[in-house]
């Protein structure tokens, strides 16, 4: 695996003192209030626990089963947002990134640039997004082996940025379904810092009508089995009132369920020596 690198106070990668870090918040950018009130939560919840955070939140969803369905408000109001809230809070953030065009702009707030599972081998995107010079994470894609993510690596590493993870979100498993095959997490961590995503991992995809659906139920096993099996960190998208959610409320973990979760993972990632 690549050496560590720094994003704000979280250590990316191996050399962090064996500190599993989160990155975690709503899946999208539903109120500037909304996006504050989270952050603060998390902030609270991870600093008694001593969890490095990353804060995420998108300012547009793209990739919404239903042209219908709510994006957030867009690059120039969104950028803004993240911006204030990093400022106030100190913490990091990351947000999605779906068109070449929107990186540097991005990059003028977030600290991480995510590009989005279904993007993983979009060229341009990978390649504008490494030159911002900003930490880069990939999802893996559900249709990607992972010993086949090397090559969205070696774009991004093309431009010279070597501030790269990957993100584990499950593997397509016939219709509207996704399964977690644990080898990929090993398999990964050979080539960068690997983090486990615990909540896309049990959506199941447009299988309610036109948007998402999923299991929640299944985040903290499938959470405790990649603690187990290794990973840099874990992603979660946390939500105060998931069945009102504007995007994603489906698969999203509870706030309330947040701390008991994590206290659990700690003990698993001391217990396995990772």
């Known amino acids: 695996m690549r050496n560590s690198f720094e994003v704000g106070p979280v250590q990316i990668g191996p050399g962090s003192l064996g500190r599993l870090f989160l990155v975690a918040g709503p899946c999208v950018i539903e109120s500037e209030a909304h996006v504050r009130k989270m952050a603060d939560a998390l902030q609270q919840i991870t600093s008694d626990l001593e969890v490095p955070l990353i804060f995420k939140a998108s300012y547009d969803k793209a990739n919404r089963t239903s042209v219908k369905s709510f994006r957030g408000p867009g690059l120039k109001e969104g950028v803004r947002i993240l911006g204030a ?7 990091p953030v990351l947000t999605d990134v779906h068109q070449p065009e929107h990186c540097a702009v991005a990059a003028e707030a977030a600290d991480v640039l995510q590009i989005p599972a279904f993007l ?16 880069v994470n990939i999802k893996k894609g559900q249709f990607v082996a992972p ?3 090397t090559h969205p690596l ?8 070597e501030r790269v993870f990957l993100t584990e979100r499950g593997s397509s498993f016939g219709y509207n379904n996704l399964v977690v095959d644990f080898r990929s997490l090993v398999v990964m961590r050979e080539l960068a810092p690997v983090v486990f995503d615990g909540t896309h991992s049990v959506q199941q995809p447009s299988a309610a009508d036109g948007v998402s659906g999923g299991q929640p139920v299944f985040i903290p096993p499938l959470a405790r089995a990649a603690v187990a099996a290794g990973v840099d960190g874990v992603f979660l998208e946390v939500h105060d009132d998931p069945a009102h959610a504007k995007s ?6 509870d ?15 001391e217990a396995a020596g990772n």
């Not at 993983?120 to 930490?135: E, F, I, N, P, W």
């Not at 991004?156 to 940025?161: A, I």
């Open 85 to 91: 809230l990093a400022k106030e809070t100190g913490l």
């Open 120 to 135: 993983c081998r979009q060229t341009d995107l990978l390649v504008a997004a490494g030159k911002t010079g900003r930490a």
């Open 147 to 149: 010993w086949d993510m």
């Open 154 to 161: 070696e774009k991004v590493r093309s431009t010279g940025n």
């Open 248 to 253: 994603d409320g489906a698969n999203a973990l």
């Open 255 to 269: 706030l309330k369920l947040l701390k008991p979760l994590l206290e659990t993972l700690l003990k698993i990632h």
